[in-house]
């Protein structure tokens, strides 16, 4: 029996990541082994990981030599930088160089980037159909990983850049769930119009990040979109109804208003919504549901994603 080859998973005990070492550990006849990097090998979820099978490692994205450490030995990678957790592009930038330094030391032989689009190659700067934000960008936590794709392609580093999309899991940890209005009805408020918003589960993402690397080297070099399914503001309300057992709503408002929503992040999300409905045709375009499905057989909609976790969706 070949031995297994090792997989640097970055941000293990997140959404992406962990979807990507519980696919590889739920899988006995994976020709991989987990190497998970977390900043704290102690806290529940890395050692839930660890009790899997995993060798949980600690490092920090911030810190290169520590990354250098982790990825020497390995076969692969899967790297991502979380803008949530700090709202800086240009840390990410950083959080990204970082990282494609380590794989190219390592000699790695296939990373995955878990990217998104530069939408300033849509919309410049000095187009005020959006606003610029931080005097550098349209969707910040969009553009500064659109920008890094470069770092690991001027390295050399062998890589699959992944397009993901609107994680479902937005409705219940990111306040994007379905909200009561003064009538009391519940209502999706999204400023999306009629376009369509590719979406799916995290574990789905992380299941096909395992698919990209059981294909080999084939997809080396390419980029991957995925999605579990596209679906408008209106199907999304209609399958919330069906799910909660009570109307859902589906509230389309102009972009400048949920801009203005007020919470951390509401001009960065407007700006990404406007993005993804005014060139609806190429953000879905890019993200191939059959190439989802092929990478991951148990693919779920959002139907079956619902039946899973409607009760985890908080409803204020």
Not at 22 to 36: G, K, N, S
Not at 47 to 55: S, T
Not at 74 to 92: I, K, V
Request: net charge negative; proline share 5%; aromatic share 10%.
């Amino acid at each position: 029996m070949a031995p297994l080859k090792t997989i640097v998973v970055v941000g293990a005990t997140g959404a992406q990541g962990g979807g990507l070492a519980r696919a590889i550990l739920h899988d006995p006849d994976a020709p991989f082994r987990v190497r998970a990097l977390t900043r704290n090998a102690r806290s529940e979820k890395a050692e839930a990981l660890a009790r899997l099978g995993a060798d949980v490692v600690e490092a920090d994205l911030d810190d290169p030599e520590s990354l250098k450490r982790a990825f020497q030995g390995a076969y692969g990678a899967y790297c991502l930088t979380n803008f949530w957790e700090h709202f800086s592009p240009d840390r990410e930038l950083a959080q990204a160089a970082n990282m494609a330094a380590a794989a190219a030391d390592a000699g790695l032989g296939h990373v995955i980037w878990s990217t998104l689009e530069d939408t300033r190659k849509w919309v410049p700067l000095d187009d005020d159909r959006m606003p610029t934000l931080m005097e550098r960008y349209k969707v910040p936590h969009f553009d500064a990983k659109g920008e890094a794709d470069r770092l690991f392609s001027d390295r050399n580093v062998p890589t699959t850049f992944l397009l993901t999309s609107f994680y479902w899991e937005n409705f219940i940890h990111f306040g994007l769930g379905p909200k009561r209005d003064p009538d009391g009805v519940l209502a999706l408020t999204l400023p999306m119009g009629d376009a369509k918003l590719p979406g799916m589960g995290c574990e789905d993402i992380g299941r096909c990040a395992y698919g990209i690397f059981r294909r080999g080297g084939d997809l080396i070099g390419r980029t991957v979109g995925i999605a579990g399914e596209h679906l408008t503001g209106a199907q999304m309300a209609a399958a919330l109804t069906r799910a909660l057992g009570e109307e859902v709503r589906y509230n389309d408002v102009p972009a400048d208003v949920f801009r203005g929503l007020g919470f951390p992040g509401a001009d960065d999300l407007g700006n990404m919504f406007q993005f993804k409905r005014d060139f609806n045709d190429d953000f879905c375009g890019a993200r191939n549901i059959d190439e989802a499905r092929a990478l991951n057989p148990a693919l779920e909609t959002f139907d079956q994603w619902l039946a899973r976790n409607r009760g985890r969706i908080p409803l204020a």
